[in-house]
């Protein structure tokens, strides 16, 4: 198949579902379903195809085409694919095909959900595939609308609330990113390289390597990416819509939010605010350690505090994605040369935070469909009021034990690999934030375990309807099996990611470095 139109296929086959699900006559509600789930499994096997035909061992883009759109404005559609995007198009691949198998549990509106939701897949897929800047901001904002409506319509009490909340924090860093887009835009009409205004992300890339971004607009432009961003990933203190959305979305939507939506914000930072601002970058890179630390021990305590166990699941988000922005930020130079140091350290948390951002989608998806299996039976998710689930499923709660450890980061687990080799990089950067951030790591066994014991392991279940707790149907088996059986693989056989993605994050450092320098440069020749 053509690279172009396999691109273009994967991107845009569940919005062709999404139109053929018109076609159905609307008391067809399982046939929906069926197809619904046959259009994301075809989609993920396309990801599967991208990869078979994906050469590890080449940095750059690859599948890499492009194509006028608006020619007035220099807009491309522009697709392609490196060791960066190419693991997290297979993640929302798996991710979306096993969420659809949990949304048989939706009964209202059917076919309006399946239709927003296999629309929300191509909003997903293009943000990781889109090499063009604003092209990029199209499918970004594309997502906006159905989550909206999913959590909106088939949330649960306060989706209203949450649905909105949701949507202003996602517009605002929305906007923020467009301004950061436009000063890029403009930009690179003064740079020697083209001459002219583009959106084109690899030329914008290519502008930054040389330096002729000027400081102060890489810092202005960094600052407002990294805000856009930091809604999504998310981080403290741009994290508060994050426990309502989950608390209100229906399970399958718990399981995307988590799963990718949150991967975007650090795909963003790695594919656009950091290799367009290098000296934007280094310039907040403390901080942004010290943001990641602080998130870190905060979404620890705040998992521990809560009573209602879904929220509990989403505060260990933050927790858990703080360790993706402190992996991305630890670059430590010599003040006196700009120089890096410890370039292997650095090299070392990038491909950590990358591997955290897998190992959380396989881990935090599952944990949050472990709970919807429960809720879906007894309707409430008070920690106090469970107990003794173990007894009374015991293949459910054998399937909860694997995914919660591995969202604990237990060794032999996914969760193990990236927060060791980021907690690894950061010593280097700061033996104190080290030390913080490690024991995130106490705190993270702290409110897991306890949450265990409380559910699966206490005397009795003491909530309503005990009646309604049955053993796991087929299906919810098959989604617990399938996402445990990634969170071990990951674990026991972590190289899997990392041959794939090495080569782009060796380039992307190296890229920064360039960039950095060559800033540097520019001011001390002016100077001169």
């Known amino acids: 198949m053509n690279e172009t139109a396999l691109l273009t296929l994967t991107i845009f086959l569940p919005t062709l579902g999404a139109l053929g699900l018109l076609f159905f006559d609307s008391k067809a509600v399982e046939g929906m379903r069926v197809y619904s789930l046959v259009v994301t499994a075809l989609t993920f096997v396309l990801t599967i195809v991208m990869w078979t035909q994906f050469d590890p061992s080449i940095a750059g883009m690859q599948m890499e085409s492009s194509h006028t759109w608006i020619a007035g404005w220099n807009i491309n559609y522009q697709l392609g694919v490196d060791s960066i995007s190419m693991p997290l198009a297979l993640l929302t691949g798996l991710i979306s095909m096993l969420a659809m198998v949990a949304s048989w549990s939706i009964e209202k509106y059917v076919r309006g959900y399946l239709m927003l939701f296999l629309l929300l897949e191509t909003g997903m897929l293009g943000v990781f595939l889109a090499l063009d800047f ?3 901001y199209v499918f970004w904002e594309v997502m906006l609308l159905p989550m909206y ?13 949450a649905a909105i909340k949701f949507f202003i924090y996602t517009l605002v860093g929305g906007v923020l990113m467009l301004i950061a887009m436009l000063m890029f835009y403009f930009g690179s009409a003064q740079s020697q390289l083209t001459g002219e205004s583009v959106f084109n992300l690899l030329t914008l890339m290519e502008i930054a390597q040389r330096g002729e971004f000027d400081q102060t607009m890489q810092i202005t432009a960094f600052i407002l990416l990294f805000i856009g961003f930091a809604i999504k990933l998310p981080s403290f203190p741009f994290h508060t819509w994050l426990p309502d959305a989950h608390v209100e979305a229906p399970t399958p939507i718990s399981m995307i939010l988590a799963g990718v939506l949150l991967k975007m914000g650090g795909y963003g930072i790695i594919r656009i605010a950091m290799p367009l601002c290098p000296y934007g970058t280094q310039y907040a890179a403390y901080a942004l350690v010290a943001l990641g630390v602080f998130s870190i021990i905060y979404g620890a305590f705040a998992a521990m505090a809560q009573t209602d166990f879904k929220r509990l699941v989403a505060y260990s988000s933050v927790s858990h994605m703080g360790y993706v922005l402190i992996g991305l930020a630890v670059w430590k130079i010599s003040e006196a040369t700009g120089e890096t140091l410890g370039r292997d350290y650095w090299a070392l948390g ?19 469909f472990m709970v919807g299996v429960i809720y879906d039976r007894v309707h409430h998710r008070d920690l106090n009021k469970f107990g003794g689930l173990a007894g009374l499923m015991p293949l459910y709660s054998a399937l909860a034990f694997g995914l919660f450890f591995a969202g604990l980061g237990l060794p032999g687990l996914c969760g193990f690999i990236g927060e060791v080799f980021v907690v690894l990089s950061v010593w280097q950067y700061s033996p104190l934030l080290a030390i913080i951030a490690a024991s995130g790591v106490i705190l993270t066994a702290g409110y897991i375990l306890w949450a265990i014991q409380r559910v699966y ?25 399938v996402l445990l059986a990634f969170a071990i693989v990951l674990g026991v056989y972590p190289d899997s990611m990392f041959s794939l993605m090495r080569t782009s994050m060796e380039q992307l450092v190296a890229t920064m470095e360039a960039g950095y320098q060559a800033s540097l440069n520019v001011v001390q020749t002016a100077a001169k």
């Not at 935070?353 to 396989?362: P, V």
């Open 134 to 136: 604003f092209l990029f």
């Open 350 to 368: 990038v491909n950590g935070a990358m591997f955290q951002m897998l190992a959380h989608g396989i881990s935090s998806a599952g944990m949050f």
């Open 457 to 481: 392991l206490g005397p009795e279940y003491k909530g309503s309807h005990p009646e309604a707790i049955t053993p796991l149907t087929s299906r919810e088996a098959f989604v617990g099996i």
């Open 149 to 161: 409506f999913l959590i909106g319509v088939w949330g649960g009490p306060r989706r209203e609330y």
